[in-house]
């Protein structure tokens, strides 16, 4: 019998929850809550963490006879600590010789420590570094719980409309979007989703992982926009620790204050940054309809005309336009060209036969707009061999000479270069004027000769 003919095609998805009745959903998603509730009560609490930080700094003044703005502990001292503790503090997990060996290797690059070897040798641990890993780990702890509530699915994925479920309950406590106007809260909470899944979901599933989440730091990006801007929702570590620690934050705090806007800016999930995407999707929809023509988007850069036809015929459109959503992907990449994920998704886009790979065809197609273009601006257009043979030179494809797969393009370390090339007259000319644009910033840079300066 042919092990590979079947009477019926064999089901390769199986929907975990798909046969329960109602009754039973709704006990297994009450179930799932008390869960989830009990772990959030069982989490260490602020005032706990107060009285860490207090019990280590008291004894980091009985134990040692230093001082100094680093204080430190060694491993004895450390379990003494311990034993300070409430016998049934949940703290304890944290005084182990694993975590401590870990934090110590981690500060002074030793590449193995025993527990013998560390007594020895008197190797110590700051205070604060382990105060703060004590905080991190908590906060880990806090924010797996916080976004598992989320989970429709309970598979410890998120979908598209759970994150902005959890970012819409989370904006009250931003406070940093407290000066922003509810009417963009829509468009942030799109803004924010798309930078998660631009960055966690590049093969587009449409979910993403929860842990995945916690350590991409987007997370803690999202987070600085509440009032202490550590990123933790829980507690502010300037109030457990000691006076001299505090006045060196505060001249660090003072200094960066003066470019706290500019830093803001930098945020994506900033409001700041919300109402520039909105006002730059707005002004090129020209005939107000809310969404966005090719020949509109067109004027957002110099990009190359075949290269926004394949945007077009890639990305959702509806009636051959674009929405605010698909509008964020295609900045996101163009912003981030030298991450993988903005890579994939023009590769995606340059691939125009589907074969997972770049070879003369792809090259020509795209290479005929740059004649065009340079032929427009009265310009001699370069020969295509020389244009395609510099690009595989850029690359060296391993499999096959005259073809680039997606991990040729990554290996080269020249995969940002070869897409402005490829989608954009201003990266294709910068490119092909490089040996003169270097010279100018060489001779902007040289220092005045002795004549010129008299």
């Excluded at 190797?123 to 797996?144: D, E, P």
């Excluded at 060196?248 to 409001?271: K, M, V, Y």
Aim: glycine share 2%.
């Amino acid at each position: 019998m042919d092990p590979f003919h079947f009477t019926e095609i064999p089901e390769f998805y199986h929907n975990r929850n798909g046969n329960d009745n109602v009754i039973c959903a709704k006990l297994r998603e009450q179930a799932r809550f008390l869960f989830l509730n009990r772990l959030s009560k069982e989490t260490i609490q602020n005032e706990e963490l107060q009285q860490l930080w207090l019990l280590l700094e008291k004894n980091v003044h009985t134990l040692s006879n230093e001082m100094n703005d680093d204080q430190k502990i060694n491993y004895l001292e450390f379990q003494q600590i311990r034993q300070q503790l409430n016998p049934d503090s949940k703290l304890k997990k944290y005084f182990s010789a694993t975590i401590f060996t870990q934090l110590l290797s981690e500060h002074q690059s030793l590449s193995s420590s025993s527990l013998s070897s560390i007594q020895s040798t008197g190797g110590k641990i700051s205070i604060l570094t382990f105060f703060r890993y004590v905080m991190r780990k908590i906060w880990l702890q806090q924010a797996r719980v916080s976004l598992s509530f989320w989970d429709s699915s309970a598979n410890g994925y998120l979908t598209r409309l759970d994150l902005e479920n959890y970012i819409r309950q989370l904006i009250p406590t931003l406070t940093k979007l407290n000066n922003m106007d509810k009417s963009y809260y829509p468009f942030y909470i799109c803004v924010a989703t798309r930078k998660f899944f631009f960055i966690l979901d590049p093969h587009k599933h449409n979910r993403i992982r929860i842990i995945d989440v916690l350590f991409s730091g987007l997370l803690d990006d999202l987070l600085e926009l509440r009032n202490n801007g550590d990123g933790y929702d829980h507690n502010d570590s300037n109030n457990h620790q000691p006076h001299h620690h505090q006045q060196q934050q505060q001249q660090t705090t003072n200094t960066g204050n003066r470019n706290q806007s500019i830093i803001d800016n930098f945020n994506w999930f900033s409001a700041a940054n919300t109402i520039r995407l909105y006002n730059m999707y707005i002004d090129l929809d020209d005939d107000h309809n809310g969404m966005i023509s090719k020949l509109e988007l067109r004027k957002f850069g110099n990009f190359n005309e075949l290269f926004v036809e394949q945007l077009f015929d890639v990305c959702m459109t509806y009636n051959k336009e674009i929405d605010f959503k698909t509008f964020i992907d295609i900045i996101l990449a163009l912003e981030n060209r030298k991450e993988i994920q903005s890579q994939h998704f023009f590769f995606t886009i340059l691939d125009i036969n589907h074969c997972h790979y770049l070879d003369d065809y792809v090259l020509r197609y795209f290479f005929k707009a740059i004649e065009n273009q340079m032929r427009r601006q009265g310009q001699e257009p370069i020969r295509f061999d020389d244009f395609s043979n510099e690009i595989y030179d850029m690359i060296r494809p391993q499999k096959h000479s005259r073809r680039i797969y997606f991990d040729d393009l990554v290996a080269s370390g020249h995969a940002d270069t070869i897409i402005s090339i490829l989608i954009d007259f201003n990266g294709f000319y910068a490119y092909e004027n490089r040996d003169s644009n270097i010279r100018l910033r060489n001779a902007n840079n040289r220092p005045m000769s002795p004549m010129l300066n008299s």
